[in-house]
């Protein structure tokens, strides 16, 4: 009757461990001090490195969130594939501005300087354009305006968000199902009401070498029932980042 029991049992444990998307996973991140070595217009741009505090590992991460601070204290974030981005910050309703995001930070690899900047800038323009027109604003920034919103978006010193430049040039993209499943976006605990109520940043995470995300977060349940498997044998009788 045991025997039968555990054989169930660890059937049950195996087919979770087979649809990881229906468990719910976490990442305990620490963002480095600093996070990145790109400054434009007082905030840290281009991927930032962060240490999983579980683990040790160094991970690059890319943010998507202008609305929100970080700071450098560890910070628990759920673990989202753009399977589930109903959990993500924005949510489902703007999968369009995740791919176009995701496809920005595809392209911002090795890129530089003040142009890593504009791919950084306009990630957060995905989402927040207003926020982001008016911060060029306030730096004085023409080019970075005209890069990331369109030629002629700066004008009169005012930065005036537009539908051009870099923004254009994702929105123009057809991306196909499945295109992004090397992503996860790692969305902070603890929200409040959604944007800008967030004690961290929400970022992109492009897995290494092309790795796929689903399998990521296989390894994760794969991880999680070894530990409960060995234990049930030893307990067996015997800048704002946006930062500023």
Avoid: H
Avoid at 42 to 61: E, F, H, M
Avoid at 99 to 116: C, D, S, V
């Amino acid at each position: 009757m045991n025997k039968a029991i555990g054989k169930w049992c660890y059937l049950a444990a195996a087919l979770l461990c087979l649809a990881p998307c229906a468990l719910t996973q976490t990442e305990t991140l620490q963002i480095s001090d600093p996070p990145s070595n790109n400054i434009v217009d007082n905030i840290y741009v281009g991927s930032y490195s962060a240490t999983n505090t579980q683990t040790g590992a160094n991970v690059q991460i890319v943010c998507d969130d202008f609305k929100d601070n970080s700071d450098y204290n560890s910070a628990t974030y759920t673990v989202n594939t753009f399977n589930t981005l109903g959990n993500t910050l924005w949510g489902s309703q703007y999968t369009q501005q995740y791919e176009e995001a995701a496809y920005l930070t595809i392209q911002m690899l090795g890129k530089t300087g003040q142009e890593q900047g504009f791919y950084s800038y306009a990630i957060w323009a995905v989402f927040d354009s207003t926020d982001v027109a008016a911060w060029l604003t306030k730096s004085g920034d023409g080019s970075a305006c005209n890069n990331v919103f369109g030629g002629g978006s700066w004008s009169s010193g005012k930065c005036t968000a537009g539908t051009g430049g870099l923004l254009k040039v994702a929105s123009s993209q057809n991306f196909t199902p499945g295109e992004f499943s090397n992503f996860v976006i790692l969305t902070p605990q603890g929200c409040k009401n959604g944007p800008g109520t967030c004690n961290e940043q929400e970022f992109l995470m492009l897995m290494p070498e092309g790795g796929s995300a689903a399998l990521y977060l296989l390894l994760a349940g794969v991880s999680c029932f070894g530990a409960m498997f060995f234990r049930q044998r030893r307990q067996a009788p015997g800048a704002r980042l946006g930062v500023v």
